[in-house]
């Protein structure tokens, strides 16, 4: 992250430099209305991945795969922790996005299956 968007000093304490309060509060939040534009094109390529890689799930056990899940929760705690984030922001950011993602694909197995034995009929 680049400098200008670093997390500002203690309440009370002034601003080293730059725009202070509701000034610098509308700055930050088109800082972060870009960030969340990159973020959910990111989320969005995460997800069609994931709904191909479901287009090979055949059972319920394989879209739940824990296994999967903890080691992406184990990395993505990693990863966090390395760039200087509060690791337990990312992992439970991503717990609920896998659990979305698990949701998802239950859906899109069961929409198969359906029309699976419907064209048996
Ligand atoms: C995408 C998968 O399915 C589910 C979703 C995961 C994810 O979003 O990272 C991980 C494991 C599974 O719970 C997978 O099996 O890799």
Do not use: N
């Not at 400098?3 to 203690?10: F, G, L, N, S, T």
């Not at 509060?25 to 800082?31: F, S």
């Not at 209305?33 to 959910?40: G, S």
């Amino acid at each position: 992250m680049s400098d200008e968007h670093r997390i500002a000093p203690p309440a009370g304490s002034t601003p080293a430099g730059g725009v202070d309060g509701p000034a610098r509060i509308a700055e930050l939040r088109v800082a972060i209305d870009a960030l969340d534009q990159q973020i959910v094109a990111l989320l969005a390529e995460r997800t069609r991945v994931v709904q191909e890689l479901t287009a090979h799930k055949t059972d319920e056990a394989t879209v739940r795969s824990p296994e999967r899940a903890r080691q992406v929760l184990g990395r993505v705690h990693d990863l966090a922790s390395r760039q200087g984030m509060p690791p337990e922001v990312a992992v439970g950011t991503y717990r609920a996005l896998i659990d979305e993602l698990t949701r998802m694909q239950l859906e899109m197995l069961a929409a198969r299956r359906a029309a699976a034995s419907l064209a048996e009929k």
